[in-house]
């Protein structure tokens, strides 16, 4: 069994593992990081897409008088402006509706989302509107008549692949990122503190890694870490199911959202432009773990219900796509299980053995879930972290603003290094929108035939999954097809098709796909 020995361990490799080891490489600290599937294959990559404060949880602020739901939506929309701001090429801004009949209604919602704006203060993106009903019409032809709005902005991103960025940067600053290798042991001291942890790899490969702190960030999993780490640890997380389908019918064609602000049950729903789709999401069941990545049928026909009443015309919506995610929930003391109404915050636990777990929060919340968690590995190593250095994520460049100017300049060497084809301006939205400042050097001198768009829906070519395989960890169709790039999460027959092609590049890049064949996205790999 071969060693490593590096300052911090980082068990999972998804939004909030990955946060966690690029903001420790930022600080000086030697890192591994270990996924016992792929880079942002559970949770992470099964998100509504959506950047945003929570308006639900504001609205319960005010109504139960709870400040932590009022410091976690200030947090998030902190964050949210951080992300659009860093990251241009993968988050845009995005403005949704939220319906009203009377005028009562209107003016709550109007109060309500002026405070939503107030709160992000100099991170704003953007006032909140009143709709009029012809408004409402134009830009949603297919609602039900009637209505009037309210406008507000979130914003929208890509998840999977900020996901990957931020291992990657970890990664190219010298962290070590180990994906399809579990961690199944540790090891500790006579005084009972972790000293190692045992990771054994797909092909049954085991190695020890040595480490002064070791991190807990497997989100619905974390459970099943602390345990191994601490028999005795109660269990702290609940798991609920977040549900979503995709649709083939674009019923927001002017890129105007709709948020559905009280469902028969008390939840939300969104209904949103999606790759010239519609994305409708999600659901809140409480779940097991091994039930949290697959939707079942009475969530599917309970979102196509609210499509059919929301878009009366629209009666036999095509289904194209459909994903769960699980949600990790702290576990409130002495609550039942409604996770509806489970506050999304985080917690950082160290315990007596010294495993540091990050537990709870959202996607957009997870650069101060990183931060936290470091505090804590700071006392592990009994010193202080040095201030972090400047790491822009890969694709972006030292600030906002020139990764902006960059992404204008770089659009026109894309148009002259890809093939004449009806797709090449797709093509060049695509290539920026995955990999920002570095799509030119993905494609720059490829012939015509790696370049050449594999599919009409998202134009990906054979050069980038060559370099999905050898620069960005994937080792089957689904990690390439439903998170290096979205194809599977907008069209799974289309990606599906295209499963044959990817799996002979993965063979012949010496990653033989086995039984493993075909898109599957109710598996955490």
């Known amino acids: 069994m071969s060693d490593q020995t590096v300052d911090l361990l980082v068990i999972g ?33 099964r998100s509504t897409k959506l950047l945003h404060g929570g308006v639900r949880y504001l609205e319960l602020a005010f109504k139960t008088l709870d400040l932590s739901q009022l410091r976690l939506v200030r947090e998030a929309l902190l964050e949210r402006g951080h992300w659009l701001e860093q990251a241009p090429f993968l988050a ?24 939503y704006d107030a709160l992000a203060g100099r991170q704003g993106i953007g006032s909140s509107r009143l709709l009029s009903r012809q408004a409402m019409a134009q830009a949603l032809p297919q609602l039900k008549a009637g209505l009037s709005g309210v406008a507000y902005s979130d914003g929208q991103f890509d998840d999977a692949r900020l996901n990957l960025l931020l291992a990657l940067s970890a990664e190219r600053h010298g962290a070590q990122l180990k994906t399809r290798c579990r961690v ?10 972790l000293t190692a942890a045992i990771s054994e790899d797909s092909g049954g490969q085991r190695q020890r890694w040595t480490a002064s702190a070791i991190v807990n960030a497997t989100g619905i999993q974390a459970d099943a870490i602390r345990g191994m780490a601490d028999p005795s640890a109660k269990p702290r997380m609940l798991t609920s199911r977040g549900s979503h389908l995709v649709i083939a019918e674009e019923l927001c064609p002017d890129g105007l959202g709709l948020l559905v602000p009280s469902t028969a049950d008390g939840r939300v729903l969104f209904m949103l432009p999606f790759f010239g789709r519609t994305l409708i999401g999600t659901t ?3 779940c097991g773990v091994k039930e949290a990545t697959g939707p079942s049928e009475a969530e599917e026909q309970y979102l196509l219900g609210y499509i059919k009443t929301w878009f009366p015309t629209l009666q036999n919506p095509t289904v194209t796509s459909r994903w769960a995610g699980g949600r990790p929930l702290l576990k409130p003391a002495g609550a039942d299980l409604d996770s509806s109404r489970v506050v999304r915050e985080h917690d950082v636990e160290s315990l007596p053995c010294g495993l540091v777990s990050v537990m709870g929060g959202k996607w957009t919340t997870c650069r101060p ?34 990764t902006r100017q960059g992404l204008l300049e770089q659009r026109l060497q894309l148009q002259e290094a890809l093939p004449d084809t009806p797709h090449r301006t ?5 290539l920026q929108s995955s990999f920002g400042l570095e799509a030119l050097a993905i494609v720059g001198g490829q012939p015509a035939a790696e370049l050449e768009p594999l599919s009409a829906v998202i134009p990906v070519c054979r050069a980038e999954v060559r370099h999905a395989i050898q620069h960005e960890h994937a080792r089957n169709s689904t990690d390439v097809l439903a998170r290096r ?41």
């Open 13 to 45: 490799c998804g939004a909030s593992g990955a946060s966690v080891a690029y903001e420790a490489i930022r600080r000086g600290l030697s890192v591994a990081i270990l996924e016992a599937g792929d880079i942002g294959g559970g949770t992470s990559c």
């Open 92 to 115: 845009r801004r995005l403005e949704l509706a939220l319906p009203t009949q009377a005028i009562w209604n209107q003016a709550y919602y109007r109060f309500g989302l002026g405070m």
């Open 184 to 193: 199944v042991d540790f090891e500790r001291n006579h005084q009972g503190r």
């Open 284 to 286: 809140d069941e409480s």
């Open 369 to 402: 879930m990183a931060l936290d968690t470091l505090q804590a590995v700071e006392q592990q190593l009994a010193c202080q972290l040095p201030p972090p250095t400047a790491m822009p994520l890969l694709g972006c460049a030292e600030t906002a603003a020139l």
């Open 426 to 430: 797709a093509q060049v939205d695509h």
């Open 485 to 525: 790039c979205r194809l599977a999460m907008v069209d799974q027959k289309e990606a599906d098709a295209l499963s044959p092609a990817v799996e002979t590049l993965l063979d012949e890049a010496g990653f033989p796909i086995g039984d493993q064949t075909g898109i599957n996205l109710t598996l955490n790999c």
